[in-house]
């Protein structure tokens, strides 16, 4: 079985503020872990994925997410948000890189200048 | 390269009618699926299709049926639409991980309104 819960439905910082969207996961195997962009009135894009390298993950647009398995997270993090981050953001976990995600309900970020 | 590609992009029906709501992709994947997107419910899986010649259900298939036309191809149909299925149906492809290619990727989305 597999999980996500995303903490915050709305997370709103300042234009150069830290950006950080919180992730948990369950899984009763090994995660792959994803994290999506979606801006209005479109698909979803991917941002960054784990699966099961380097713990640090490096994504577009300057995001980075950090595997913790001691804490069951994977966080998405930004050091300094733009405008043109204003988007919803999905946390998903596929089991063990089954063919089947499951997402989280999204974070809405909001920038404020 | 298109990507994955959905029509039609806007459609309202009464309820009771029926339609397909096509998607396409041209990146030779194996995967595909169809979800709705509700506000504040995230993405939920209606179907899926591991490979051509396979279909699967998903969290919420009830209402729907699906056709895996070809390997490109993979269609949903609504046989007689309730307003319960206003949503946002997006159509995803994934290719396989031996390939590297198992990152799912997403069409622009059809947004349905039932009447």
């Known amino acids: 079985a597999q999980s996500v819960t995303q903490l915050g439905s709305h997370v709103s910082v300042s234009e150069g503020a830290l950006v950080l969207l919180r992730c948990n996961y369950s899984?009763?195997?090994?995660?792959?872990l994803f994290w999506y962009v979606q801006y209005p009135n479109q698909g979803l894009q991917l941002l960054l994925k784990?699966?099961?390298?380097?713990?640090l993950v490096k994504g577009i647009n300057g995001f980075e997410a950090e595997f913790k398995k001691s804490e069951t997270s994977f966080h998405l993090t930004k050091p300094s948000a733009h405008m043109s981050d204003a988007a919803e953001y999905f946390c998903?976990?596929?089991?063990?890189?089954?063919?089947?995600?499951?997402f989280g309900r999204g974070t809405s970020l909001i920038v404020h200048p | 390269n298109a990507g994955v590609t959905q029509t039609p992009k806007f459609q309202v029906l009464k309820t009771g009618q029926s339609m397909t709501l096509q998607c396409a992709q041209d990146?030779?994947?194996?995967?595909m699926y169809w979800y709705r997107q509700d506000p504040g419910m995230g993405l939920r899986l209606i179907y899926y299709?591991?490979?051509?010649?396979?279909?699967d259900k998903g969290e919420v298939p009830n209402g729907y049926n699906v056709s895996r036309l070809n390997k490109r191809e993979f269609s949903l149909r609504l046989e007689s639409a309730a307003p319960s299925q206003t949503s946002v149906y997006f159509c995803?492809?994934?290719?396989?991980?031996?390939?590297?290619?198992?990152?799912?990727?997403f069409g622009p989305g059809t947004r349905l309104t039932v009447l």
């Open positions: 995803a492809s994934r290719g396989a991980r031996s390939l590297g290619t198992d990152t799912q990727y």
């Open positions: 899984s009763s195997v090994p995660p792959y």
């Open positions: 784990y699966t099961s390298a380097a713990t």
């Open positions: 998903a976990v596929s089991a063990g890189g089954s063919y089947i995600p499951t």
């Open positions: 990146m030779n994947h194996n995967s």
């Open positions: 299709s591991a490979s051509e010649g396979t279909t």
